[in-house]
Structure formats: structure tokens, C-alpha cells
């Protein structure tokens, strides 16, 4: 079947009327064309952003949003982090556009793989920037912050008349005895403190982070499991100091990087785990596993809690080699760009709270390691040398180990090992 059709109707929106037209005058205008012009929202194309995936040990982690509903976002641009029981996994844009929908709220636990948001990839270009009106007109100049008031002016601006210069008399003594005096006739005199000179005393409360409440966990798992002791050596580090002192610009020269403190005892902690290896095994049910690998965990402060790195096969390493491992380490906690296989493993731990000016401690065993080195300030002391009493820089060294699987000879014997590679590094050297 075949339809005919004689005429077109138009309507014209500026009129408002329905005019017929011949099909065949119709043709002849301009308004035949094959140029047909389609709504742009037609070629919006919306993508979903997916949650980046995890390691196994992780199953799920919380959300924080660094962007918004209407942000324009650039290609590989960080739209917010997923922070898991280890570390922060960033969320960078796969696209380019304007974010349309988050499909999850700021601070709700998300899966690997999981829909976070949409982008519309078809709104490309810069974002646009926000003009002025021309009607408006610039906002006024800031003025000049004023002085404060002096604390003496400020009291008595707060209260009715001027400071008191004596305290306020006692509240009178009841001539009866308690039982018959009623307590409600005593005046009570109102401490006039703080509050009136503007102390706030306000709390404020904050959601626990997963890397605290998983390091709290842990660090809890550990008292309850093992049989832990700790074990104290002092170690004069004069000797260190001074030959550090001597070549710390020689070093720098070559290798890039400063000589630190840090290095000398992962190096020392390697020549003793080598030498006792049960401070370096780990119990796995009724078997003890030894390891012939030294992979140390440093204990890092991170701007979100505790993070322990991993410098692995330290014993094939030189000084220069694990200065730039705890450089990049360091850098990366700084950024919490710390990914989850750099934390993983570890056959032994190393806390220094001497950054801090700790004098010493105790530090809590990493499980499922069997021990860990806590290593202290420098203090000057008076100690006894060849029969004399000298001035030494000193620093308490602290072993805590699994007394399940160490015993005290081994253990004591470890930190000797380490107090004698730190005073003389030639033992290391010649492996005696």
C-alpha cells in the first residue's frame, strides 16, 4: 500500500498558529534539508567509576569522596580513596567529563569492583570557570583585624562590675547538728572561672579509622597469643656516630642519599637473625617454620595511624640500598600512597620511638612474627671504660620475643649480637 501525501502541516512556535503548505512548496524551501539538528542529550554518554581492587586478604573497605555531584574531573585525577584495614587504595577517574551521580555516600564500606559513581564523558573541555555578573559590584575591602582586648578589659567587659580583689566569704557554719540542719538553707557561692573569661569545653568525636581499629586488633591478638618478654641492652654509640660523622658526605656524593641511623641497625638485625635463627622462625600450628630470608618490617608513622613497610632480603643488601628503601617507604606514608603488598610478610620488626625522644620501652611483638627490636634515643651518661669514668652517648636497645619459641639464651644472645655490630661494624664484616 502506497500513501500519498499532498500537503505538510507546520507549526510556528513564534505565532502560535498550524499553517498547511503544499508538499510540493514545501520542497522548494530551505526547510527541506537533510542538516537535522538532535538535542545533545541524545549523545550523552554516562560511564560507571568501579572500586579498584584489593588484595585478598581484603575483602571491603570505607569510601571517602574528594569530589562531588557537578566537579569536572580530568582523566587519572584522584576522585577520593577506599581506606582498608592496611593502607588507603586511591579511586582515580578512568574518564574525563562531569561527575553526574555518586552511587555511594561519603564514608560507606564498598567491595572491590563495586559502582561508585557516573561520569558524563561526553561534557568534555576544561570545567568552566565562574563569571561575575557586570551588575555586581566588588566586594568590599577587609578591614584591619582589631586588637584583641587585654585580659583585664575583657573581665570587665564580661562582668557587671570590676575584678574582685578578695575572695568571697566562707558560707556560714551551721550551729545544729547535720542530721537537723537542712542542706537546702546553705547559699552556694558560684565559681566565676573560666567559662566567664570565654574557656569552651567542648568534645568533638571522629569515626575510627580501619588502619587503627585493624592495628588495635592486632596489636590485642598479640598479648592474648604470645608468651611475650622483653629484654634490655644498653649500646654505646660512639663509634657509630663517629664514623657516620666521617663519611655521611662521602656517602651522599655517591649513592644520593643521606646515611641515617636506621640502616646500621636493619643491617646489624640481619647479621643476628642470621646468626640466632629461631628469632627469625614463626610457629604455624605444631611446626616451626625457619626462614632463610630476612625481610624486615619498619615501623613508619603515618598521617592515618601505624604503618609497618617491608624491606625485603635485607641480608643481600648494602647501607646505600636500605637508606632508599626507607626513603621511598617514607615518602610514599607521607602521600598514604603505601600500596598493600609493600606491608605484607615481614620476618621481623623494627619500632624507633627515639625519633620521638622515647628513653625506652616496650614494644608489642608484629604477629605473626616472634620478635621485635625497639630502639631508644641517644643519651649522654656516665659510663666506665678501661676502668674510667667517661661521658658516652648511649641508647637503650629493647627486645620483646614469643618466649613460646625463644628462649632467653637466644634471645639475650641476639641483642648482644646487635649491641656489638653497632659499637664495632667491622664484626659484620668479618662475620665474627
Known amino acids: 500500500m502506497i500513501i500519498r501525501l499532498d500537503s505538510v502541516s507546520l507549526f510556528f512556535v513564534g505565532a502560535g498558529q498550524k499553517t498547511d ?28 567509576v568501579k572500586c579498584p581492587g584489593f588484595s585478598e586478604s ?22 577520593g580513596e577506599v581506606e582498608t584495614d592496611k593502607t588507603g587504595v586511591p579511586v582515580l577517574s578512568p574518564y574525563t567529563g562531569v561527575i553526574v551521580e555518586l552511587l555511594v555516600e561519603d564514608g560507606a564500606t564498598v567491595k572491590a569492583h563495586q559502582p561508585l559513581m557516573k561520569i ?22 577587609a578591614e584591619p583585624p582589631k586588637e584583641p582586648a587585654k585580659p583585664a578589659e575583657a573581665a570587665q567587659s564580661s562582668s557587671s562590675g570590676p575584678i574582685p580583689t578578695t575572695p568571697p566569704p566562707p558560707p556560714p557554719v551551721p550551729k545544729e547538728p547535720m542530721s537537723s540542719y537542712p542542706t537546702s538553707s546553705v547559699k552556694v557561692t558560684p565559681f566565676e572561672g573560666s567559662t566567664s573569661q570565654g574557656g569552651a569545653r567542648t568534645e568533638t568525636r571522629t569515626k575510627i579509622t580501619r588502619i587503627r581499629q585493624k592495628t588495635a586488633q592486632r596489636l590485642k591478638e598479640s598479648q592474648n597469643t604470645c608468651a611475650a618478654l622483653t629484654t634490655f641492652q644498653e649500646c654505646d654509640m660512639s663509634n657509630l656516630m663517629e664514623w657516620r660523622k666521617t663519611y655521611k658526605d662521602q656517602f651522599e656524593k655517591k649513592h644520593g642519599v643521606k646515611l641515617g641511623m636506621m ?17 627469625n622462625a614463626v610457629i604455624d600450628g605444631n611446626e616451626i617454620v625457619y626462614r632463610d630470608y630476612v625481610d624486615i618490617s619498619v615501623a613508619v608513622a603515618a598521617p592515618k595511624g601505624l604503618v609497618v613497610p617491608v624491606i625485603r632480603n ?43 625522644g622515647s628513653l625506652f620501652g616496650t614494644p608489642i611483638i608484629n ?19 678501661n676502668d674510667q669514668i667517661v661521658i658516652r652517648p648511649i641508647m637503650i636497645l629493647a627486645l620483646t620475643y ?17 649491641k656489638r655490630a653497632i659499637e664495632d661494624p667491622r664484626v659484620m664484616l668479618l662475620d665474627v
Do not use: C
Open 314 to 356: 635485607v641480608e643481600t643488601l648494602s647501607y646505600a640500598e636500605v637508606e632508599k628503601a626507607i626513603l621511598e617507604y617514607g615518602e610514599k606514608a607521607k602521600k598514604n600512597m603505601l600500596a598493600i603488598e609493600d606491608m605484607e610478610g615481614g620476618t621481623f620488626s623494627i619500632s624507633n620511638g627515639g625519633v620521638f
Open 402 to 418: 614469643d618466649h613460646r619459641l625463644i628462649d632467653g639464651r637466644e634471645a639475650v644472645t641476639f641483642l648482644m649480637d646487635i
Open 58 to 79: 581484603i575483602s571491603e573497605g570505607d569510601v571517602r569522596w574528594e569530589k562531588a555531584v557537578g566537579d569536572f574531573v580530568q582523566e587519572d585525577e584522584p576522585l
Open 21 to 48: 503548505f503544499p508538499l510540493a512548496e514545501y520542497q522548494k524551501t530551505k526547510a527541506w534539508s537533510r542538516n537535522f539538528h538532535v538535542a545533545s542529550v541524545l549523545y550523552q554518554e554516562i560511564k560507571e
Open 120 to 141: 558524563d564523558v561526553s561534557a568534555k573541555g576544561d570545567a568552566p570557570a565562574k563569571k561575575a555578573p557586570a551588575s555586581e559590584k566588588p566586594p568590599p575591602a
Open 263 to 279: 640502616s646500621p641497625f636493619i643491617k646489624a638485625a640481619a647479621f643476628a637473625l642470621k646468626n640466632q635463627p629461631a628469632v
Open 367 to 385: 604477629q605473626p612474627q616472634s620478635a621485635i627490636l625497639g630502639i631508644h634515643t641517644i643519651k649522654k651518661r656516665p659510663v666506665v671504660v
